[in-house]
């Protein structure tokens, strides 16, 4: 059973620009949820959509967007891209999101702005 | 705003020797799971205990979990130099749909 893959695994853009990084979750799992790794701020929680809907967001700036699709795969996107967004981008996926479901991630998706 | 802390930031040791990371959190929380990270890879799921289970089993790792305390520990037995990582607890808040908080980590390197 293939695992979280996510697309591109590096990419480099310039400040302004804006990016779309690619999910495909676990066969089966309608929950996708993503986060942003950084040195500085660990590992924070972006949003979770099951079934196209979204029903959680963090706390990070309307630049930050998310869709997912009726196959269960999802995107993100972010735009006006600034310095301080270069960072690991992880997709998660998991059954639903009831009690007891495990989390499984995907390799992430390198995010350099210069 | 990152809910769980772990203790130690950093551990070093010897192959054969066991590993003990501590994980403290803020709120209730329905699950929490620990998960290991090599260098710029992704996460890969090791256990996850239930709020209603105190302890829990998997190969090498033993899990524990005291709500009371608001606490947990993951115990790597017999450790290995492949087992040189990073091990994040991650917990998820009630009614959070899968919204998982994750401590700052533990830097375990295991030497031959």
């Known amino acids: 059973k293939a695992g979280v893959t996510q697309t591109p695994r590096y990419l480099i853009k310039t400040r302004g620009q804006q990016v779309t990084l690619s999910c495909s979750p676990i066969?089966?799992?309608?929950?996708v949820s993503w986060y942003q790794q950084t040195p500085g701020q660990g590992l924070q929680f972006l949003f979770e959509?099951?079934?196209?809907?979204?029903?959680n967001k963090g706390n990070f700036p309307g630049r930050f967007s998310g869709r997912q699709f009726s196959n269960s795969r999802s995107e993100m996107n972010v735009s006006t891209l600034e310095l301080g967004d270069s960072a690991l981008y992880l997709c998660?996926?998991?059954?639903?999101?009831?009690?007891?479901?495990?989390?499984?991630f995907g390799e992430g998706s390198w995010l350099t702005v210069v | 705003s990152q809910q769980g802390e772990e203790d130690p930031q950093a551990l070093s040791i010897q192959e054969g020797e066991n590993a003990t990371m501590n994980c403290s959190y803020k709120?209730?929380?329905?699950?929490l799971q620990w998960y290991r990270q090599n260098s710029g890879r992704g996460l890969v799921h090791l256990i996850l205990?239930?709020?209603?289970?105190r302890e829990k089993h998997s190969g090498r790792l033993r899990v524990t979990l005291d709500t009371s305390k608001k606490s947990s520990s993951l115990l790597i037995t017999a450790s290995r130099a492949a087992d040189t990582a990073s091990y994040f607890c991650?917990?998820?808040?009630?009614?959070?749909?899968?919204?998982?908080?994750f401590g700052a980590g533990t830097r375990l390197a295991v030497h031959p």
């Open positions: 998660a996926s998991s059954l639903s999101g009831t009690i007891g479901n495990t989390i499984y």
């Open positions: 991650a917990t998820d808040e009630a009614g959070g749909y899968n919204k998982l908080i």
């Open positions: 709120t209730s929380i329905n699950n």
């Open positions: 205990i239930r709020s209603n289970e």
């Open positions: 066969s089966g799992h309608r929950s």
């Open positions: 959509y099951f079934s196209e809907t979204q029903r």
